[in-house]
């Protein structure tokens, strides 16, 4: 049974920083590419970065040079480093893990992925 546990949400000032952490477990963690995405209220969820097997990451550009994506595979973890937080980065933040292990990792598409339960990040100004 593939879990996803999401922690490092919270409240935050605009131009701070946070880390999210997503702890994986059920499958084989280290041959799935994995991904962080985001909601906000009245939006679309959105795929801010992926990052494949074999650690190339990749970001919407929303949010280029302010996310770092990175995965510790001996730890079965992901994170997301976000900096210079804004306003607009609020959001219920959710991770992500393909259903298909060595899959490429997509961004804009949401049917492959196995999901946690979010973990909320509220920016103010």
């Known amino acids: 049974q593939v879990q996803l546990v999401e922690s490092g949400g919270g409240s935050a000032q605009a131009g701070g920083s946070l880390r999210l952490s997503c702890a994986a477990s059920?499958?084989?963690?280290?041959?799935?590419?994995m991904a962080w995405f985001r909601q906000a209220p009245g939006k679309e969820r959105e795929g801010v970065a992926g990052?494949?097997?074999?650690?190339?990451?990749s970001y919407a550009d929303s949010v280029k040079g302010r996310f770092t994506i990175s995965r510790d595979n001996a730890k079965n973890t992901l994170y997301l480093q976000i900096n210079s937080l804004k306003p607009e980065d609020t959001a219920m933040y959710y991770c992500?893990?393909?259903?298909?292990?060595?899959?490429?990792?997509?961004?804009?598409?949401?049917?492959?992925?196995?999901w946690g339960q979010g973990t909320q990040v509220t920016v103010s100004s």
């Open positions: 990052i494949g097997v074999g650690g190339s990451p």
């Open positions: 992500a893990a393909n259903k298909l292990p060595w899959a490429k990792c997509r961004l804009d598409v949401y049917d492959n992925y196995y």
């Open positions: 059920g499958y084989t963690y280290s041959t799935r590419c």
